[in-house]
Every structure is written in C-alpha cells, then in structure tokens.
DNA sequence: ATGAAAGCGCTAACAG
DNA sequence: CTGTTAGCGCTTTCAT
C-alpha cells in the first residue's frame, strides 16, 4: 500500500490547534456549529497552506455517499446518446459528482457491481429497452432513473417532449400541404401508442393507423437505409415521410436516392432530433431539434433528488422542441407524386 | 446515515465460523495463505448464502485503490471520442475498474479532484491538445496516460498508426494516378511535423509542403465545410483531397458540390477515420478505418500498468488500419481538372 | 492454519 | 464553543 503522501484532516487539526473534528465541522459548514470567526479562520488558513482536499473515500466510508452515480448505456448507440452523456456530464462536474459510463450488461449483475462499488444512484438509457428489461432495472436498493424513455415500471423517469416535438412536425408538414405522411420509425415503436406520433397525427387529424409505416431493426443509418429502401417501394402517393429519429433519416435519405425518389421535390423528410450533419447531407435535413444535453442533465438531477429522498417527479419535460427548417421539405404540389419505376 | 443493510465481512465471519481476516485472505485469494479446503468451503459458502459483496470504498480506503480511472475528454467532440470511450468503457469493464468520464476542464483543479476522489488514474483525450495545456497534464501524482497523440511530454502515450493509415491512403491515390493530393486538415495539425502526412507523402514521393493544404479551425462537419470552402478555391488542378479526419469529409463534401466540383469525377475524396455514415454520404465515403475502439481499450490497460508501475511503452499502435474502398476516388484522368467558374 | 489488533481518513453523536 | 470517542468495512502485519 502506497501512502499518499497528502495531508489529512488531522494534519490540518494540528496546524490550526484545533481538533479534527472542529475541522470536520467547518469543512462541511455543518449549519449547527457555533465557532468563532477567528478559529475558523485559523482552520481555513492551514487547509489553505497545506493544500487540504479531503479524502472522499473516507467520507464515503463513513457517509454510505460516494459521489458517484453511474450511467448504463445501450451497447450500440448514436449520437443522442453521446449528447444525453455530455449533458449529464456537465450537471455532474456542476454539482460535483462524477458520472461512471457503462454499456449495459445484465441489470441484476451490473446493479450488484454498483452496490459493490458504492455508487448512489444510476441512470439508465432506457429508449430502446423493452418493459421486460427495463422491469429488470427496478428491482434494486439503488436508486434507478430511466432516460428517454416514460414508464411507470421505474418511479423515476425523464423523456424529451415527444408530443410536442411531433406536433410541431405535424403543423410544419400541413402547411405545407402535406395530408397524410408516411413514417419512418425505429424498431420500438408501436405504431398507435407511440408518442412520437400522437401530435402529428393530431395536428393533422389523421389517425395513425391510416398512416404508410415502417419500423427499422435498428437506430443507425445501416437501419435506416434497410427500412427507408422498404419504405420507398411501399410509397403510395405521399408527399412526405416523417422519421421518428435523425440517424435513420440519413440512412432513408440515400435509400430514397437510389430509387429515383427525389427530395423535396417527389417527397418532403422531415426527421425528430438534431445534427451537426443535418447541414451537410444533400439536400439538408428539416429537423425538429430537441433538447437532448438538457434531458441528461435534468436525469442527473433527479437521480440526485431521488438520492436524497425528495420529490421526483414520474416525468419530466424540458425546453420545447425548435423546428429547423432545411431544405427536405418543401410545399406539396399537383405534379408530386412518390410513384416511381421499380 | 443510512445503514446500507448489505451483509458485511463481519457476517461472513461469524456464519463461517472463521475470523474476518480468513475471510479477507479468502477472498482476495492471498497467495500466501495456507488454509483447510474445509475452512475455505465454509467461508465460500457463506459468501453465498449472505450473498456477500465485498465494499469497495472501505476496500479502497485500506489500500487507496478505488477502481476507478477518469477519461477526460474535449467539450467539443465527435464520433471519434465517442468510440474510444466505447472501447475504454469495455475494457473496464472486462478488468472490473470502473470509468469516469467528464469534459476537459483546468487541468490542475480536475486533477486535484481526482485526487479527492481516489480515482487511480486518468486518460486524457489528448488529439486536440496543444503542448502547453498537454504539459499541464504531467504534473501530478497520478498516472495521466495521453490517447490519441503521440508526445513525451507524458511517460505514457497511446496513439493510433497515422503512419501506416496515411501510406495506405498515399498507396491508394497513387494506385488510381493521383500524385499530388491537396490536403484538408485539422486544426491541431502542423504540415511537415504530422504524421498524418508522412506516410502519404512518402508514397507519393512528394513532399508534404508541396501540397496544398488547408487547416480547418474546428473538428466538425461545419468546420470542414468551412475550410473546404477555402480549399475548394485555391485547387490549382489537384485531383484528390486527402483528409485527416473523417468528420471534416462531410462538410467537405458539401462544399465542393457547392462549388461545382463533382466527387470523384473532377476530385477524388478519401479521409481518414471510417464511420457508418461514411457509406450514406454522396458519393459513399472512400476512407481509412482506424481501431478506434481498440485504441481506448488499450490505453486503458497502459494505464493499469502504469497504475501497478509495471512498463509502460511511450507509444502504442494496435491493429492495421484498413482501407475501405467506396465511391469517392476514382482513378484520375487527364479531362479531370479542378477549376471551375466562381 | 487461524486469530488479534491496529488502523486507512473521515463524521457524528455526546460531553464538557 | 470545542474536544472525546466510537466506529464505517476492510486489509495486513504479527502472534499463536
């Protein structure tokens, strides 16, 4: 075992005269302790001096509190996620814990770990998990918040405002004149009880079952190429698809290109989340942006009320959704069509 | 503070009939320990029946080892760090250490936490660091291992093999007639000294201050498209881009068929770094792909190693990068030529 | 082959 | 207002 070298609490007690524990107390502003200016001065001048940082293993020992929350993501991601981390990240280094990133494994196996390692509490990325699963991450002494995802089998749970975000798509799609879009969806979907449909589908009063859909096997661009190809061979006069998220409509995009189907001018994309990319992809994608960072750093603080014991509410929403008009849109015409030789 | 409830050393002692200690050497499979299969079964066995976990934060406090190792990485990042925390993560993962991960921040506060917080050591994310703020990272008593940059400001570097992957790409250009490249790079990236162009020029024969070459002042899409711009207007009859890093490609090419220049028919296009998104753009991507993942696995075990002060060799390459041929090169032609009208 | 005992550095009663 | 004390759960000499 190799000391470290650095002064601890008692070297600090010594230096200022006092005893450990008062430095203890002045450390954490313990709100009952009654010192005197000067004393405390005295004790802050040696933390000063010496360069004191505490030894937060100590005190987690001591506090059953490590300042450590994890973070369990699926294996194979996308850039939302990578945004949902940085978020996340960002809140922790705010209110000074550290964020430990995983891919997830099996729950039961991976709560134990966590538990071993003290971790207080765990966020977990819960979008493309089925209720079985997710069930799976419920049953701990941990604190367990599910992101991206709304569900009642956790207590806890975060999730961008969908309804609106497609609401906004919707309202975007019909004034342009366009009535009925098909859907590009990823492979959790359900089409009918998806929120990610309900606001389109209300603004422009159709109901989603009337709607051309397609679910992809996957949330990447591979995914949504496979099911954008399967799409566009399916097209029955629709001017428009809206898909559910980005990285699939760079995939449908090339799909759409190789049948001859021409966008905006046969057929309009409009997709859910924002890019960097969704400039430079030709032509450039409409969006509608959500506010993804935003989403990690408001699971961190609920999974911090949650580790307190306060209130946390079943779902949170965060900033409103912003519509990015690019230049995969355009006004449905008379001389549209999405026909096409095979 | 809350009694965790979970069984402790104590527990497993008293079912088992042994002293913690016994248990302890048990479970840490001390080498030096002579013990009873008999006793060694009981003590097992209680560890099975309480279901006992060890507590790792009363372990690191005995032998300040946490487990746990930081990744520091850019505020501003991509696809790139994106994998290599993949690769990182797992590798943990598989070793039973966890990883903390966060942005960069003032190195010597950051550092200075970490110490706080017992972490055993810290990878930073070093490709788009200059020396100066690199420096800042060496002075500490934590083992601090660079990823993504070769240097000897650190004992410990771990770098991917720009040389071999910029010959592949030199050896391909040249393959297809293309003998004088113009180059689109990185902002970090010093003509002459990077070695991001040694391979290719050695292939080619050229030096590397021959060749046009534009830095770009970011490492995303709009950087590239920006400095792509630029590129695109001082062409003076290249017929190939060579790119240092994939993302830049993206804009790149939105930039040239701005400017009217059609890939590969007037400009071959080839980057380094391959992604998914690289067979969706178009044309599809031509591109070098590099064992990004590896890289952040096996800076984590450089790491470990440095950690338990065994060696730790100044730079590491893992696997061969490999070429992956798709439509944006094109053998060069004499009716090909870069100029066009404004 | 096993047990006793001393702490790692910190916190939180409880005394004084 | 400040000091004493008793651990948190584990590892590790040193005894036996």
Redesign the interface.
Known sequence: ??????PTMKDVAKLSEVDVSVVSRVLSSDPKLAITDETRDRVLAAVAELDY??????R?????R???I?FVLPQK?S?VY?RL??GA??Q??ELGY??????I?EPEKQL?DY?????DGVLIAAGGLDDDELQRWAGS?LPVVAVNRSTDLLPTACDLDYFTASSLAGKHLKDLGHTRPAVLSGPWSQPGSDQRLTGLCEELGVNSDELTAVSSHGI???AG?EAGIRLADQLDGETAIFVTTISLA??L??AL?ERGISVPDDVSVLSLHDE??A????PALTTIAMPTEQLGATAVSQLLNAIEGRDTPQVVVNDAPVLVARQSTAPASSHQSATHAP
């Open positions: 075992m190799r000391k470290s070298g650095r940082r505490p030894n937060r293993t100590a987690a020992l001591r506090t059953s490590s300042g450590l994890a991601t850039e990578f981390v940085a990240a960002g922790c280094t550290q964020l430990v990133v995983a891919g494994n134990r538990e071993s390692a003290g971790i002494n990447g661009a591979a190429y760079f995939g995009l090339k290109s960097e990319l400039n430079f992809t030709s």
